[in-house]
């Protein structure tokens, strides 16, 4: 995404029908430590491939799809979070992909090409990346049930967003670009959830029941069975400045193209507890093998 020549080159080599932009540096903590990065794959990158569509003459050929974010949203000003929800965003990622998702509606606009933003609230499934909060807590589940991990340390257990399964959403993406017209659509599922009852959920998977003592940096998630501290918070976590709420409304899809996620939030955390407990398992080495 950082590389116009190649990007120019692939596309030629290819000429596409579709051009789905997932490529970003796509963790928002990592966006503070590493801005500029972030802003030249997540804001320059959409330019280039739009640029590369008009210089090879593929305009009326290839159509866009901008993975946007609910993270434009940010500071939210308001309550669900709609395609007409002013932006604010809160880190260097939302702020680079403010620029990716203008400048694919400008590059609509400008030259006529099929272009649109999916903003998409977050997705999840087992492949989600280790270091985001639904995986880290899945993976900390398995760990902990196989004896190979003691706690899980955290952030922000009040953050609250809107968790749908990847699946369901990419299914949203692929009907974004079979309309007549290029438009912009919210995927969400239209319930929100905080990071500790995610831990919640989690757990009660492998049968514990978290119970919470103490505030702020002092709060801890003990299993009711054992008294153990199996979560505590880490500020390390924390981010300089944080989403607190997110919460979409995806009536615009479900109207317009007939989208609603398929997957309820309790089959998602089932379904990725369930993968990484199969995953440690299938690890771990025989006793008759030691
Ligand atoms: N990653 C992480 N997040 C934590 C932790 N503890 C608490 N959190 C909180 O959990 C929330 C979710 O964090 P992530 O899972 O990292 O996702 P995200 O910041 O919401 O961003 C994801 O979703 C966006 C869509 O809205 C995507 O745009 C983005 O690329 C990413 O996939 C945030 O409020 C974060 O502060 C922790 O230990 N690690």
Request: charged fraction near 25%; aromatic fraction near 10%; proline fraction near 4%.
């Amino acid at each position: 995404m950082t590389d116009s020549t190649n990007l120019i080159r692939l596309i030629q080599e290819v000429q596409p029908d579709e051009i789905y932009n997932l490529a970003a540096q796509s963790h928002v903590h990592v966006s503070f430590e590493t801005p500029e990065y972030t802003a030249n794959a997540d804001a320059l990158g959409p330019l280039r491939i739009l640029e590369a569509l008009r210089i090879l003459g593929l305009v009326g050929k290839t159509r866009f799809y901008q993975a946007s974010t609910s993270e434009l949203y940010g500071a939210v000003r308001e309550t669900p979070q709609t395609e007409n929800t002013p932006f604010y965003p809160r880190s260097p990622y939302a702020v680079a992909k403010l620029y990716g998702y203008w400048i694919t509606v400008n590059y609509r606009e400008a030259y006529g090409i099929y272009a649109c933003n999916g903003i998409l609230f977050n997705h999840e499934s087992p492949l989600r990346g280790e270091t985001f909060v639904t995986r880290k807590i899945t993976r900390a589940v398995a760990a902990i049930q196989n004896g190979v991990q003691d706690r899980l340390f955290l952030g922000n257990l009040d953050a609250k967003r809107d968790w749908g399964h990847a699946r369901d959403y990419v299914e949203g993406m692929w009907l974004m670009m079979q309309q007549d017209k290029a438009q912009d659509y919210v995927l969400a599922t239209g319930e929100t959830r905080s990071v500790r009852n995610f831990v919640e959920c989690a757990f009660a998977e492998v049968g514990r029941t978290i119970v919470w003592e103490g505030h702020g940096q002092e709060e801890r998630g003990i299993d009711k069975a054992s008294g153990k501290v199996l979560v505590m918070v880490d500020p390390r976590y924390f981010r300089p400045t944080e989403v607190e709420l997110l919460l979409g409304d995806a009536t615009k899809a479900r109207r317009e193209m007939g989208w609603a996620p398929k997957t309820t939030f309790d089959e998602l955390v089932r379904e990725m507890v369930a993968h990484d407990l199969a995953t440690f398992e299938a690890d771990r080495v025989p006793a008759s093998r030691l």
